[in-house]
């Protein structure tokens, strides 16, 4: 399907913007009244273009210029930060644990999916960040992991790879820990601990028996990287 004006989602944005800062700029020289209404209803009408916000939404530096979920910070707190994320969509794949090798198997399942191995064979632009779910044992259960990639499209084509499924994440309130560096299966753990714990400390709600780890950087990249981990509210 052709996109919409010739442009991607970041250079329609983009293009936005610079219309509106134009139309501002003009609104302040212009003198008359009626002109300056029709400039600023032109800038409504550039908003109403990138309607909804996924469309105009400015994506956080550790996204790299790639497509992430939509989300709004609702608080920032020492430690830990509030945010709201609308639902999103995207590819997943079960494994059997939380070790290397068992992601990177799910992983590259994932990336040769996007690579064109589904029913459309259609090449799909990577994007940021890949998720893994820990969603953890109880008395009645074993520990369930699986990894997943976001998906910007919501077109998306039918895995040929039966154990990769299409998954959507409904909209609402996560609650998000950073740190640095090249984060292993240690690290994941002991920040979602520090989360948990410093959500008990500010009287959060929030699901006890699941976390996700989010990596937005690529293996090679050495420097300021960004990981997160999320805990969701009920």
């Not at 800038?43 to 497509?67: I, K, Q, Y």
Request: with cysteine; aromatic share 10%; hydrophobic share 35%.
């Amino acid at each position: 399907m052709k996109k919409p004006f010739g442009m991607n989602r970041l250079e329609r944005r983009y293009a936005s913007e610079d219309l509106c800062r134009w139309v501002n700029k003009a609104s302040v020289t212009t003198q008359s009244a009626m002109a300056s209404t029709l400039l600023s209803a032109l800038c409504l009408l550039v908003g109403l273009v990138c309607f909804p916000s996924t469309e105009c939404w400015e994506a956080p530096w550790f996204c790299h210029g790639r497509e992430c979920p939509v989300y709004t910070v609702v608080q920032q707190y020492e430690g830990f930060e509030e945010r709201n994320y609308e639902a999103s969509h995207w590819i997943t794949a079960d494994v059997a644990s939380t070790s290397q090798s068992d992601l990177k198997d799910g992983f590259w399942k994932l990336y040769y999916f996007n690579q064109g191995q589904n029913s459309e064979s259609k090449e799909i632009a990577m994007t940021r960040p890949v998720v893994v779910s820990v969603k953890e044992a109880d008395s009645m259960g074993e520990q369930q992991v699986s990894i997943s990639v976001f998906q910007s499209d919501t077109d998306i084509p039918e895995p040929n790879d039966n154990t990769i499924r299409k998954t959507v994440t409904p909209g609402g309130t996560v609650y998000v820990r950073s740190f640095g560096g090249v984060a292993s299966d240690e690290d994941a753990l002991e920040n979602a601990q520090q989360l948990r714990e410093d959500l008990r400390a500010a009287g959060k709600e929030f699901v006890e028996n699941r976390f996700d780890a989010a990596g937005y950087d690529a293996p090679w990249d050495l420097i300021n990287r960004h990981n997160e981990v999320w805990v969701r509210a009920p």
